[in-house]
């Protein structure tokens, strides 16, 4: 019988203890305003491999490198750009990953994928700041869930996917993470900001705060090249265990109630609360969990993972999720994930 380890849950007050277990080569997953990261020193060759073993990450799938501060970067960045330099001072602490080259030998080759740039961010989050601070040398920080499936937005989820795997996990204040989804990841070029995985930081956000172009790098832009350098992009992602229906934003409450006429089997829905309402008693929809009051895309974000991963436990053998216009920037991020997690379209 194999045994478990023991997973700590970390309160604000013992982030000594969290910072020894990261120190001994454990792995510590910690809250973000994002999503929850799954943590282990960046240098840590064995650690770093058994992020990816415990994930069941893809070796190839670089890692996103988390710093407590801006000054740190220019410790391990080979260069810092006048155009990164800016998106630092005007985005961080905050959910903007930068993706610059690095000096040799900085991170363990397995937190690049064998890579001479890595990804750089600064989280809004005092813990997980003070928790850097402590161990004394930056963290890589994927998604603290298995991978593939929907990423973990709160304590719950995180021991729901690594308790008796991992060492342990400081524990926030709050319910869910502040935004819900991962940060936007950039890519700053001679002249304009490439934006490889859009995020909470939109196009419009960026253009406006440092005043030079920005561009939406596609997926299959990126896989074109040899090297993947965000995460995020080259595997599916955050899908329950469900076949996921993508209801597309302008759809009325008839058609949600045609399409579901239509499933031989029970469904869940999640949507925003005037929809629930309407849908919840119909006789094939077992499950519903809400994203909010109608035309609040914040809340939205925040919830998707949240909701995906609750009605994933429900008896539904179908989920059907409510999708936003993806012509409006504040609705890309959350978007992107759905369309990963999403099965079919309609």
């Not at 959910?95 to 397995?110: D, E, S, V």
């Not at 909470?200 to 920005?214: F, K, L, N, Q, S």
């Not at 469900?242 to 499933?263: G, S």
């Amino acid at each position: 019988m194999e045994n478990k380890m023991k997973t700590h849950i970390f309160m604000p007050d013992q982030l000594d203890q969290a910072a020894q277990c990261l120190k001994e080569g454990g792995l510590v997953a910690f809250p973000t305003e994002t999503v929850f990261g799954l943590g282990a020193i960046a240098n840590n060759e064995a650690a770093v491999q058994s992020v990816f073993k415990t994930k069941g990450r893809p070796n190839d799938n670089p890692l996103i490198i988390h710093v407590a501060s801006i000054e740190s970067v220019h410790h391990y960045a080979a260069s810092v750009s006048p155009l990164a330099q800016a998106l630092m001072e005007k985005f961080w602490p905050g959910p903007l990953t930068i993706i610059l080259p690095i000096k040799t030998g900085t991170f363990a080759p397995a937190a690049t994928a064998g890579q001479n740039t890595a990804g750089f961010r600064m989280p809004d989050q005092d813990q997980t700041l003070a928790l850097i601070d402590k161990v004394g040398f930056p963290l890589v920080g994927p998604s603290a869930n298995l991978s593939g499936k929907p990423s973990p937005t709160s304590l719950a989820h995180v021991l729901h996917d690594f308790n008796g795997k991992i060492a342990g996990v400081v524990a926030n204040q709050a319910e869910l993470t502040a935004i819900g989804v991962e940060s936007t990841v950039v890519l700053p070029l001679a002249d304009h900001i490439e934006i490889l995985r859009p995020g909470h930081v939109t196009v419009d956000m960026i253009e406006e705060a440092i005043g030079v172009p920005a561009h939406v790098r596609t997926a299959a832009e990126q896989l074109a090249n040899q090297a993947i350098m965000s995460p995020g992009v080259k595997y599916r992602h955050y899908s329950p265990k469900q076949p996921v229906y993508l209801m597309a934003f302008d759809h009325t409450l008839e058609d949600w109630q045609e399409e579901i006429d239509k499933f031989p089997e029970a469904v869940a829905i999640l949507a925003y609360q005037d929809h629930i309402t309407s849908l919840q008693n119909h006789q094939k929809v077992v499950a519903s969990y809400s994203l909010g009051k109608k035309g609040d895309w914040e809340s939205a974000t925040r919830h998707l993972f949240a909701g995906l991963r609750a009605l994933e436990e429900s008896s539904a053998k179908i989920l059907m999720v409510q999708g936003l216009d993806p012509k409006v920037a504040d609705h890309q991020a959350y978007m992107n994930r759905l369309s990963k997690a999403a099965t079919h379209v309609l």
